[in-house]
């Protein structure tokens, strides 16, 4: 019965580390039951000047029985901002997404970081970081 107990332990601490990790622009695993999608995005830092927009394509890899919408949302810092296109997944729909980062003219030079959450209507979020590091506009 102990054994049992220790199993039991090890499989929910097991269970827990690999659950919504932060990954960087990796690819971040949802898993429920037999279904499953994978987030990706950039794994290189994404270069922006002030006053100008960069984009960048996220994918959505979903499992053989991962069968939901996702619906995406953006947390950028300040002086930035991300435009989702399309801002929900369909089950049945194109899997590729374009971010579209704009820097404000005054927006803070160096590296910031952008996260992009994936939700579905069931089971666990996933998130995948955007690296944008920005440059100071030379005239």
């Not at 300040?78 to 369909?90: I, N, R, Y």
């Not at 970081?113 to 030379?138: C, D, N, S």
């Amino acid at each position: 019965m102990q054994r049992f107990a220790v199993l039991v332990v090890a499989l929910a601490i097991v269970g827990l580390t690999g659950c919504n990790s932060d990954t960087g622009g990796k690819k971040d695993d949802n898993t429920k039951g037999n279904e499953k999608f994978t987030f990706k995005g950039p794994e290189t830092s994404t270069t922006i000047k002030q006053g100008d927009k960069q984009t960048v394509k996220l994918t959505v890899d979903r499992g053989k029985n991962f069968k939901q919408d996702v619906t995406l949302t953006a947390d950028a810092p300040e002086g930035l901002s991300v435009d989702l296109d399309p801002k929900e997944v369909k089950a049945s729909g194109d899997e590729t997404v374009t971010a579209s980062v704009s820097a404000k003219k005054d927006a803070p030079v160096g590296e910031h970081t952008i996260t992009v959450t994936g939700k579905p209507k069931e089971g666990t979020q996933a998130t995948v970081k955007i690296k944008v590091k920005v440059e100071k506009k030379t005239d």
